[in-house]
């Protein structure tokens, strides 16, 4: 091959303590867009244009030093921007701060810091219970100009075109297409690697071995995995020894889920796109989420190892479709609390509105770290609740989430066995929604169970055959537990343990003996790894420092003028009549709601023409969720329930009135997005 690496073997014993991706499923992520996180002097008052796509100066000491920030909100593992040493120099595509432009795989980013800045990263996770999770790019490298006038002496260890695919524009008309094509474009072309040889194969199998060793890596995203053959992920994630998770940019659930053959894991595109539908405004489709759910269930060897999310760095911020912020609670109380592993992305917690990628990149020290924030305040709730279930529940993680009850506006998902298990509340009637309540039964209680709202503390008791009302308010949100399974939760009034799923985290997480030595051996080998030439002038490596300074007025964060407006108190009794012998159910509900108006400086949308680097993957045959032949517009098979308000029936649903102006504009973006990612114009591009 060329290319020797004799000093890994040392790291096969400290390898085989990495986390295993049973102990990821407990885990909690938060996505760090590492330039975007927080500068090394923890100022707060630098600007970062996310318009103009150019380092704004984050880096792995910054992260270290916010570590707390991310901690406090419940998060037991970060997955962070790819690692290596990137494409240098500005273009009309901007710089490649993202990660996704490498060059040469034997050698960090120095934008964002030398390699003992990245080992004592790791350390200072490990020492917490925290896993690290690091975003790795095999499909391309990246290269300034258009095919013709690459030198391939410059990409290492692949510095020679035959380790390359003939340039063909990719379309995705084809698998072969998706995968032997190249991404990028003439400014910025993204030569294709021949993933398929053996020869490139046993390469990176030996350097993300390696990677993975020198770095106490606990998990890794695989970038652009429907862009590489397959196959080669099999021997990649043996390599690795840790769990992968691929990015397969497709709302095809069988497509998307057919990958979980080759990596541990898979974003969980599937539900995505329902999910946006569902709630990007108070006219959102309940019942294609609902159907979606089934169809991943049905279609993943494993959704409880997928990675749930609802923003990422490659799609419009949630907030650009809507700026309610009781719809936001409701879709990240749904990416919280479903199946797999929840990941929220930075920014998310703060309402940040960005659309289209580069805007989707705000910098997060423009929020000054609000911990008040209502978001903020309510993913730390979630990751506490779910902590608590994963403890307290017998395998909560194992149960498929079930979603036991839905009409129109609601969604009902029970979460966990008999007894013990989370039952969450969702609704699309926004922050202006009055109070109306639900009744169903077969919700898995006994009669006479108590359960306990944990956002509000509000109590309700089941009745006959777990038979149970709740009353919603102001579009928010609800999760209910046992009352008796609350002790040690921290949670209206108890006491919380000391022994929760992120305690328990850190027990399997590597020990301080383990990283000590690992970090030894790391420090040591830096050194004689590869060897660093000089000709990295200082020009091509450009502090990070030395960036241009934007006005931190155009990325104010929405929670910054988050103003509360209302308290609304309500009561609501209601006595079940249709049903003989069923106890009557009281339920008192007291919520406080916070208001939130956002003066977040956002880029408009932008068309799919724009580019996005990360919505790489043109899956061919892809189905979007506003496909007119798409299953997902199928009507699914009511869910057996029983309601007190005529408009909450499955089944028969109210003639609409005509959408307000609002909803329209709103709808007109949606479209034009899901759009843009049905048909991939756009993702030829990678930045």
Request: charged share 15%; with cysteine.
């Amino acid at each position: 091959m060329g290319f020797s690496f004799l000093f890994f073997l040392p790291f096969l014993v400290a390898i085989c303590t990495a986390a295993t991706a049973d102990e990821w499923r407990s885990a909690s992520i938060y996505q760090v867009l590492t330039d975007r996180f927080a500068l090394t002097n923890g100022s707060t008052d630098v600007g970062c244009d996310a318009k103009m796509g150019t380092y704004c100066g984050g880096t792995w000491r910054g992260l270290i030093n916010g570590l707390d920030y991310i901690q406090d909100m419940g998060f037991t593992a970060i997955w962070i921007s790819p690692i290596t040493y990137q494409l240098e120099g500005s273009s009309s595509d901007g710089d490649a701060y993202h990660g996704y432009w490498q060059q040469d795989l034997y050698e960090v980013n120095s934008h964002f810091g030398t390699r003992e800045d990245l080992v004592d990263l790791a350390n200072a996770l490990h020492k917490r219970g925290m896993y690290l999770m690091v975003d790795v790019v095999v499909n391309h490298f990246g290269w300034s100009g258009n095919s013709t006038s690459i030198d391939y002496s410059n990409l290492r260890p692949f510095d020679d075109e035959r380790f390359f695919h003939s340039y063909c524009e990719i379309t995705g008309d084809s698998t072969e297409n998706t995968q032997k094509c190249w991404l990028g474009d003439e400014i910025v072309c993204l030569p294709d690697l021949r993933t398929e040889e053996t020869e490139v194969q046993e390469i990176y199998d030996e350097w993300i071995h390696e990677l993975v060793a020198n770095y106490s890596i606990d998990g890794l995203r695989l970038d652009s995995a429907a862009n590489v053959d397959a196959s080669f992920y099999l021997n990649f994630t043996t390599a690795a020894g840790i769990l992968t998770m691929g990015e397969i940019a497709s709302g095809d659930a069988g497509y998307t889920c057919s990958y979980q053959g080759y990596t541990d894991s898979v974003l969980n595109y599937g539900t995505y796109f329902p999910l946006l539908r569902a709630f990007w405004n108070t006219l959102g489709d309940i019942s294609s989420l609902v159907e979606e759910i089934s169809a991943v269930n049905d279609a993943c060897s494993d959704p409880t190892i997928l990675g749930s999310f609802s923003e990422n760095h490659d799609q419009p911020r949630f907030a650009s479709f809507t700026e309610d912020i009781a719809l936001a609670k409701n879709i990240i109380t749904f990416t919280m609390l479903a199946d797999g592993m929840p990941i929220i992305y930075q920014g998310q917690e703060q309402h940040y509105a960005g659309s289209d990628t580069p805007c989707n990149r705000e910098a997060l020290w423009l929020s000054d770290y609000n911990t008040s924030s209502p978001l903020y305040q309510q993913v730390k709730t979630l990751n506490q609740i779910r902590s608590h279930a994963i403890t307290a529940s017998k395998n909560w993680t194992l149960y498929l989430n079930d979603p036991i009850y839905y009409d129109y506006h609601t969604l009902v998902m029970r979460k966990g066995y008999n007894g013990s298990q989370t039952l969450t509340v969702l609704t699309t009637e926004g922050l202006g929604g009055g109070a109306y309540s639900i009744e169903f039964s077969d919700s898995g209680f006994d009669s006479g169970v108590s359960l306990t709202e944990v956002f509000s503390c509000n109590t309700t008791t089941t009745g006959d055959d777990g038979y149970v009302t709740f009353t919603l308010f102001n579009g928010q949100p609800q999760v209910w537990y046992p009352t008796t399974l609350l002790a040690g939760s921290g949670f209206c009034g108890t006491k919380k343990s000391t022994t929760t799923a992120a305690s328990a985290t850190a027990t399997k997480t590597k020990t301080a003996a383990a990283t000590k030595t690992k970090t030894a051996a790391a420090t040591k080998t830096a050194g004689v790894t590869k060897t660093i030439t000089a000709t990295k002038t200082g020009a091509a490596t450009k502090t990070a420092a030395a960036t241009k300074t934007k006005t931190a007025a155009a990325t104010k964060t929405a929670a910054a003028t988050e103003t509360a407006v209302a308290t609304q108190t309500a009561a609501a009794t209601k006595t079940i009549a249709a049903v003989p012998s069923i106890v009557t159910v009281v339920t008192t509900v007291v919520m406080t709601t916070a208001v939130t108006t956002s003066t977040t400086t956002f880029c408009p949308y932008t068309s799919s023409d724009s580019g996005s680097e990360s919505g790489s993957n043109v899956i061919p045959s892809s189905i979007s969720p506003s496909d007119p032949e798409s299953p997902l517009e199928s009507s699914p098979t009511p869910l057996q329930s029983a309601v007190s308000d005529p408009q909450h029936v499955p089944g028969a649903l109210p003639l609409l009135e005509p959408p307000r102006l609002e909803h329209r504009r709103q709808q007109s973006h949606l479209d034009q997005f899901l759009r843009s990612r049905r048909f991939g114009a756009h993702r030829r591009y990678h930045y």
